[in-house]
């Protein structure tokens, strides 16, 4: 069925979910295309083409009481397409360039996670709400985002009393990954106008995700689009039996977290082992499989929030997201940039890092790709930030949220 009305609800089947995220992402190209603000400040198309959906949708909600629910069993496998593509581009000389500034953005966002969770506990107590509220204001639902949040909120719910749990989690998560989306694109504009910044020479005609408004398109003929798929699926299939053996050894992670790894692996193996083998590692093709697969994902995640579930949530909620929203921006222009080296690479990461504050691993990708689009390639930021948000985080969070909990 494509589509039936139950209590009120209309539900839109997997197959209708994908077009409309299709349709969606067109949209905010065709936006951003005639908006010189939007394109100066970097707004990702599939979120300008995401929030008109939702705020359509809303309206439709308020005057004729009918709500909209996608299906979105299947989006999840575009995420799982990206980053392997993300693998599939990394070099072994990149990876040993960036161990110093892996190390020193991890060493800031692990900080940076316990500032945020003493801000939402600290809100949380002016407003004599408990301080579990304040941590699902936090790293739960912020670095966490939606996933962390839906998991963790039967903990808090069962355990600590917070019957909406769920409904408070998935507020902040998808009010941040708005704020998040919005903040990263202006951010890294203005550094790089302000410091004058540009990408190495060497890397100009490299392309990680797509490529940008003003360049023309490189021919790509069918051999070297399914070399691009081909890679990816071994690479995703080889992520998919770590993902397994992980699992069966009590770790659980996200299935493109192996996936990317799995990518990095055989982009630096194979093309050694077999020379004659035409690996597809930074190919027009490759980014323009990132670039679908990442931007669908965001137009289906955005498009599909539910704005109407959320409006009775407005208070504290509002006010520990701004004061999140402020020292995140604060943090991000003042101190990552500087840490990271004051030059272009550090710019990017800095529109990363605003999408990992406030929203998930996709916002930062989506938040990257549209400055690089712009300014150029980061090929250090591109490996960097993926590691630090998609692979280590999820695991510090776990231990730091049960390490709160604990003391309240």
Request: charged residues 10%.
């Amino acid at each position: 069925m494509l589509w039936e009305i139950t209590d009120g609800t209309l539900h839109i089947g997997q197959y209708r979910a994908i077009t409309w995220g299709i349709l969606v992402l067109f949209l905010g190209r065709w936006l951003v295309q005639r908006s010189a603000f939007l394109r100066n400040y970097n707004i990702p198309e599939p979120v300008v083409g995401g929030l008109i959906c939702s705020l359509a949708l809303t309206l439709v909600y308020f005057i004729f009481g009918i709500g909209v629910e996608f299906d979105l069993q299947e989006r999840d496998v575009l995420l799982v397409y990206f980053f392997t593509t993300i693998g599939l581009n990394a070099r072994l000389s990149d990876l040993l360039a960036g161990g110093k500034p892996l190390a020193i953005l991890l060493t800031a966002t692990v900080g940076y996670m316990v500032i945020q969770n003493l801000t939402g506990i600290s809100i949380a107590t002016l407003f004599d709400l408990p301080p579990q509220v304040g941590l699902l204001g936090g790293t739960v639902s912020l670095i966490g985002g939606h996933g962390t949040a839906i998991a963790w909120a039967p903990v808090f719910s069962s355990e600590y009393g917070i019957t909406n749990a769920m409904e408070i989690g998935i507020a902040c998560a998808t009010f941040g990954l708005v704020l998040a989306s919005l903040m990263g694109g202006p951010i890294a504009k203005f550094l790089i106008a302000r410091h004058k910044l540009e990408p190495k020479a060497s890397t100009r005609d490299q392309v990680d995700v797509g490529v940008g408004f003003d360049e023309q398109a490189t021919p790509i003929n069918y051999v070297s689009f399914l070399q691009a798929i081909l890679a990816i699926h071994l690479s995703a299939t080889l992520g998919f039996i770590v993902y397994e053996a992980l699992g069966q050894a009590g770790l659980n992670l996200p299935l493109f977290v192996p996936a990317l790894l799995s990518g990095i692996l055989l982009s630096n193996t194979i093309p050694y082992l077999l020379p004659k083998v035409q690996w597809p590692s930074r190919t027009t093709a490759l980014a323009l499989v990132a670039d679908v697969s990442l931007g669908v994902f965001l137009a289906m995640s955005l498009m599909s929030m539910q704005l109407w579930a959320l409006l009775d949530l407005a208070g504290p909620i509002l006010t520990i997201l701004l004061a999140q929203f402020a020292i995140a921006f604060t943090v991000t222009l003042f101190v990552i940039f500087r840490i990271m080296g004051r030059n272009y690479d550090a710019a990017v990461i800095c529109s990363g890092f605003g999408g990992i504050t406030m929203g998930s691993t996709a916002t930062a990708m989506a938040n990257m790709t549209a400055v690089t689009h712009r300014y150029g390639p980061s090929h250090l930021a591109f490996i960097v930030v993926p590691l630090v948000c998609a692979f280590f985080i999820d695991l510090v969070n776990a231990f730091m949220i049960q390490f709160l909990l604990e003391r309240f």
